[in-house]
């Protein structure tokens, strides 16, 4: 990772589409603003980071703006790793996609589409990919509910019974 | 049980060795017959007992017993002893399935190894592992296009009930098909798969386990309703 | 057909094979008009090739796929979600059921996260305990793949005698955890339990035996027709394709670039032992399928290294606000009561923070991401799983070659589904 000065000159590179910078447990974090990602990671790049590791969402309820998507980058030569991420607001969950630039992104943003909504604008092909292509609700979000089946015990029979009627 | 073991009787002036000794045919007859009385601790001394019986009477008696042996009960054993199961792993089930197939604790000990590939030549489907939303209607085309007589057995927590997992995301197998046996285990091992299949295989025999509660005397242990 | 000309050194096969011409040249002879009809082929869920319930959509020109859509979801199980609504603790059982094969690089993915935003200190026993136990997982998952993918082959023997081996490794992880599968033996802050008398012999045992078994497999597979046929120089893929596509793990060393992150960035331990990272050539099939048959000798190594200098000491960290305290300590000190109860019933909460935890599973870089927010359960826990994003590469593995191909390509990406779907 690069250690807190180097982040700190990094960030200073990027100008103001860095907004904050994270430096926790020897980790090293860009928030970058959401409509500049792409020049972002191209430099990043051109910095020795050409590998994409994950790129994966989270979301930051009740902070807002709530949704954020993480692109954790590698520089194998260097050995260094840096985390960029950019944080949408749920009522424009809109994010350039970096596919073109980087193959590896195609999958991992649908994932962050299927599970947070967050739309990639320029995504080839931005369809579910881990539910039913027909499903409503966008499940990773903190507010869907867990689901699953309620445990039916004997002694409340005549309740599930009576509820069923 | 005590096995009795008693030397065959052999005729005078035959050679001692084994296998070219003439047996008594009559005595092995009446050996025979005796078996099941002899199994079910009776008496082998009474008016009725088999092998006081001659000739035509003998012959009856064989009769009734090979009808009572019905067609039913013998195309039952032969199911039984030769399920084809679909080979159908979902996750973490079907690779403790492999070591139920494995040199270990053989499947094909059985006769269970033929694991066919097309849901037509199959007739038990073990459904190895967690049963996703999207798979479900899958699942369920699957078991539409086994043939009759077909049977599943649902392998592990995760899709008899829903397992580790109770979420959005599974459905217990019960809720789309019928379910004949339940294996619990997160994943179960080898030898409870294949008590699991056994289980079913004394169900196919017309010979289905009541449960433990016949077993351990425990009938009057149900929790019921009215008495919450 | 009558052998042509060739050098008496290649068989009649071969030289029968070197006159069919490939499908440009038929199209091209046939006075550029392309008959061709595109043939969308549907590899259904239910395949007896494909590992794990992965649909892929084929289509096809004749026998040559010319594209490859993968469509996966259907083992998705919502462990992210799941992982959500538990402690720290009671999570560590529902990450290890995702890579349903290396079960203890979940758990160790997901540990040294936890670890990491706690800032608890891991004990030298508990580090070398936790190699031994991950590189007896990485064999027992290198055995499963060698015998599923020759299964796919035609080679049904070596799949029984793989799971010969596995049930040695699944015997040595019954006994140190209890269980065979998603044993629950890494907690935050070392391992659950020592090793009881008796696993360092067990263990010594089955590593004299497991090289020569290597040996068998690699004296039956390595030159057999079969297998060079079907694997040596079929959908090769170039290493700046492959890192461009993200992957990592032995597809990536069989293409010739070594990046290993036992070796990049040593965790737990890693660079207390000598090991040598296999690497391949070409990219094809055939390197994949040595890299990790080769993997097996060195994962042999490390684990005797690793017996060899196990150090004594807690085998779980000291610190009582994050494991449990030993159950002689209840009997006689209060804090060591209360430190049970509130670990048991609430668990120990976690600084707010989010970090990426990386390390090397058989199939690749897995990594956890953990993002707490201060209370006893995590606020979000994201596994990046090799085999989700190696899936990507096999639209460009096999672009160009046949279906027969595509089937022995699928069986060397080691595809996990319940990695990819999670």
């Not at chain 3, 289509?59 to 199980?77: A, F, M």
């Amino acid at each position: 990772m690069p250690d807190a000065t180097g982040l700190e000159l990094l960030a200073r590179e990027l100008g103001d589409a860095a907004i904050e910078t994270v430096y926790f447990r020897e980790r090293a974090t860009i928030v970058v603003d959401p409509a500049r990602i792409r020049a972002v990671l191209q430099t990043l790049r051109g910095k020795g980071y050409a590998f994409m590791a994950s790129l994966h969402g989270v979301d930051h309820y009740p902070e807002e703006p709530r949704l954020g998507v993480i692109y954790e980058l590698l520089d194998m030569s260097a050995v260094d790793r840096i985390a960029v991420k950019v944080r949408v607001p749920l009522e424009a969950p809109r994010v350039e996609s970096v596919t073109a630039d980087w193959p590896t992104a195609d999958h991992q943003e649908r994932e962050v589409y299927d599970m947070f909504g967050v739309v990639f604008e320029g995504h080839p092909d931005l369809r579910r990919i881990l539910m039913p292509e027909d499903y409503e609700g966008h499940p990773q979000r903190r507010d869907f509910p867990i689901g699953g089946e309620p445990v039916i015990f004997t002694r409340d029979e005549a309740k599930w019974l009576e509820a069923r009627e | 049980m005590e096995v009795k073991r008693e030397p065959i009787r052999r005729r005078e002036g035959s050679s001692l060795s084994a296998g070219t000794v003439p047996v008594d045919a009559e005595l092995l007859r009446v050996r025979r017959l005796n078996a099941p009385q002899l199994l079910r601790g009776g008496d082998l001394q009474g008016p009725n007992q088999p092998a006081h019986l001659e000739g035509t009477e003998l012959e009856r008696y064989v009769e009734e017993r090979m009808l009572t042996t019905t067609l039913d009960k013998a195309v039952a054993w032969a199911r039984s002893n030769s399920f084809f199961p679909l080979g159908f792993g979902l996750a973490c089930c079907a690779m403790e399935q492999f070591h139920t197939a494995g040199a270990r604790m053989d499947i094909a000990r059985f006769g269970f190894e033929a694991f066919r590939a097309s849901p037509r030549q199959a007739d038990l489907i073990i459904l190895a592992g967690r049963v996703s939303i999207k798979m479900a209607p899958i699942i369920r085309r699957l078991y539409d296009q086994m043939l009759e007589p077909k049977w599943a057995i649902s392998m592990g927590a995760c899709c008899s009930s829903m397992g580790v997992f109770n979420n959005y995301a599974l459905v217990p197998a019960d809720k789309f098909m019928p379910i004949d046996v339940h294996v619990p285990g997160c994943p179960p091992r080898p030898e409870a798969l294949m008590h699991g299949i056994l289980k079913l295989r004394k169900l196919v025999q017309d010979d289905p386990d009541m449960g433990w509660r016949e077993r351990y005397g425990a009938v009057g242990t149900e929790e019921r309703p009215e008495d919450a | 057909m009558t052998p042509t000309e060739s050098p008496p050194t290649l068989s009649e096969y071969r030289q029968r094979e070197q006159s069919i011409a490939p499908v440009e040249n038929l199209i091209e002879r046939s006075g550029g008009e392309t008959s061709e009809e595109l043939l969308t082929l549907n590899f259904g869920p239910h395949h007896p090739a494909t590992h794990g319930v992965l649909r892929l959509l084929v289509t096809l020109q004749g026998e040559v796929v010319r594209d490859l859509k993968p469509i996966i979801g259907y083992v998705h199980t919502g462990i992210e979600k799941t992982a959500e609504d538990k402690a720290y603790w009671k999570v560590i059982p529902i990450v290890e059921r995702m890579d349903y094969l290396s079960y203890y690089f979940n758990a160790m993915a997901y540990c040294g996260a936890v670890e990491t935003l706690a800032e608890v200190q891991v004990p030298k026993r508990a580090q070398y305990l936790r190699v031994i136990h991950l590189e007896l997982n990485r064999i027992a998952s290198h055995l499963i793949w060698l015998g599923t993918s020759v299964l796919d082959l035609g080679a049904t023997s070596i799949f029984l005698y793989c799971l010969r081996e596995r049930e040695l490794i699944l015997d040595l992880f019954e006994m140190s955890s209890g269980a065979r599968m998603h044993t629950r033996y890494f907690q935050v802050g070392g391992v659950i339990e020592d090793i009881p008398t008796g696993f360092a012999a067990k263990l010594r045992e089955f590593l004299k035996i497991m090289p020569k078994r290597a040996d068998e497999y690699g004296a039956i597979l390595n030159a057999n027709e079969i297998v060079l046929q079907r694997l040596r120089g079929t959908c090769p893929l170039d290493a700046q394709t492959l890192l461009s596509l993200g992957v990592t793990g032995p597809l990536l060393r069989a293409a010739g670039n070594p990046w290993d992150l036992r070796k990049a960035t040593p965790y737990s331990s890693y660079d207390d032992f000598a090991f040598k990272i296999p690497v391949g050539t070409v990219g094809d099939n055939y390197d994949r399928y040595a890299v990790r048959l080769a993997e097996i000798y060195e994962s042999v190594k490390i684990i005797e290294q690793a017996l060899d200098g196990l150090p004594e000491g807690p085998y779980i960290t000291e610190d009582r606000k994050v494991a449990l305290p030993p159950r002689h300590e209840l009997a006689t000190s209060m804090e060591a009561l209360i430190h049970h109860f509130k670990l048991v019933t609430e668990g120990f909460r976690v600084p707010p923070g989010e970090v990426y935890n990386p390390i090397e599973s058989p199939r690749g870089e897995l990594a956890c991401y953990v993002r707490s927010d201060g209370s006893s359960k995590p606020a979000r826990v994201h596994m990046r799983d090799p085999s989700f994003v190696n899936l990507q590469a096999l639209s460009h593995m096999t672009r160009g070659s046949y279906i027969a191909d595509l089937i022995a390509t699928t069986a060397m990406l080691d595809p996990i589904l319940g990695g990819i779907d999670r």
